[in-house]
């Protein structure tokens, strides 16, 4: 259960709430402060979208893949929390997880997509496991004891672990672990964590993938509200067309989602979004495509959709997906050279300027 907190964590729910019961959303991005298309420094002090509108979003976006040398190390990190946290960006660890099967009693594998071993179960106590499973909690802890402000107070996060959870794409989704079990493992999880290595700056969040019919649905492998903060939602618009119905899909998810906060007494947010082109006349592109987007005005006209009705209204932020390189992005980007001249600029910067600038958007300080 959540026991008592640094006073940083209940500053950061309170702004989440505040955002969430007005008009306006606060805009994130996945690794924007360390990388990115544009920037030369993967310090925390620049990202595609600070460089193209003059500030970070909101919410920035980490992960512990960070921890072992994946998009990023440990160290970096560390030094790119505290100079995010220092602009005023509001910080949200995700966990994509390896599969503790793999890779011997000291190595994290993070094969791709490798689901088989039955993990969630054989990492719960009892398990030949489990072991394995605390040592990477306990390098979650490590992290969070050494990401401190200038005065030495930990810096407040929003810890989101099994995400997508419904989904079959990871080991801890609902085709590979039980809702039970699932349950039994997200507590377990926060358990260990506050209770025996005293982390008490996180705040949770529980995030499947959409979309939803139900509140039931919904809250299928819920873990409770004793050990959730924030409700999230991850969706992703793929292949775009105009005859996806994507936003009445996403309409009546959000309706869900706006019901459950309501009854939960839980602020929700969008904790993934994104276009996924997938294809292209000249190439497989993961996010937007470098040109010749079929919805060039996606980022305003995805802001008009979210406050034309009140549920939509009510999400506190939305997250896009890391900029990681000219084939897979999530965020249009400008290039300049030496001499500051533009070398590149994407077709769907104007859209997204306007989309940052507008009042509804709130931006780092």
Not at 27 to 47: K, L, P
Not at 102 to 108: C, E, I, N, P
Request: proline fraction near 4%; hydrophobic fraction near 35%; charge should be negative.
């Amino acid at each position: 259960m959540l026991n008592e907190r640094i006073p940083g964590v209940y500053k950061l729910l309170g702004r989440i709430e505040d955002v969430a019961y007005s008009n306006d959303f606060m805009f994130g991005q996945q690794n924007a402060g360390h990388i990115g298309i544009s920037i030369s420094n993967c310090d925390g002090t620049e990202s595609d979208i600070k460089n193209l509108v003059g500030k970070h979003p909101a919410v920035v976006g980490i992960d512990t893949l960070s921890f072992y040398g994946y998009e990023g190390n440990f160290d970096q990190l560390i030094k790119v929390t505290k100079e995010l946290h220092r602009e005023g960006c509001l910080i949200t660890l995700s966990a994509h997880m390896p599969n503790f099967s793999l890779g011997g009693d000291d190595f994290f594998d993070y094969s791709p997509n490798f689901t088989d071993g039955n993990i969630g179960i054989r990492i719960l106590p009892g398990g030949d496991l489990n072991a394995k499973y605390l040592r990477f909690l306990d390098k979650i802890a490590e992290f969070a004891s050494l990401c401190v402000d200038v005065d030495g107070e930990p810096i407040p996060m929003l810890f989101r672990p099994f995400h997508e959870d419904n989904g079959g794409w990871f080991w801890w989704g609902r085709k590979h672990l039980p809702d039970d079990k699932f349950i039994e493992l997200f507590r377990y999880t926060i358990n260990y964590l506050q209770d025996e290595k005293g982390v008490k700056s996180f705040a949770y969040a529980y995030s499947p993938n959409g979309f939803f019919d139900s509140v039931k649905q919904y809250m299928d492998r819920y873990p409770g509200d004793d050990y959730i903060d924030v409700l999230g939602m991850d969706i992703y618009r793929d292949r775009p067309s105009e005859t996806d119905k994507f936003y009445d899909n996403l309409q009546k998810s959000l309706e869900v989602l706006w019901a459950a906060s309501l009854e939960h007494g839980k602020p929700y947010a969008i904790t993934e979004l994104g276009i996924r082109v997938l294809d292209s006349g000249e190439g497989y592109y993961e996010g937007l495509a470098p040109k010749d987007n079929k919805i060039k005005n996606w980022f305003t006209e995805f802001l008009s959709f979210l406050s034309s009705f009140e549920a939509g209204s009510r999400c506190s932020y939305i997250l896009t997906w890391a900029n990681f390189s000219d084939q897979q992005f999530w965020v249009p980007y400008e290039l300049k050279n030496d001499e500051g001249e533009i070398v590149f600029r994407h077709e769907m910067c104007d859209d997204f300027i306007k989309f940052c600038k507008d009042s509804r958007i709130l931006m780092a300080p």
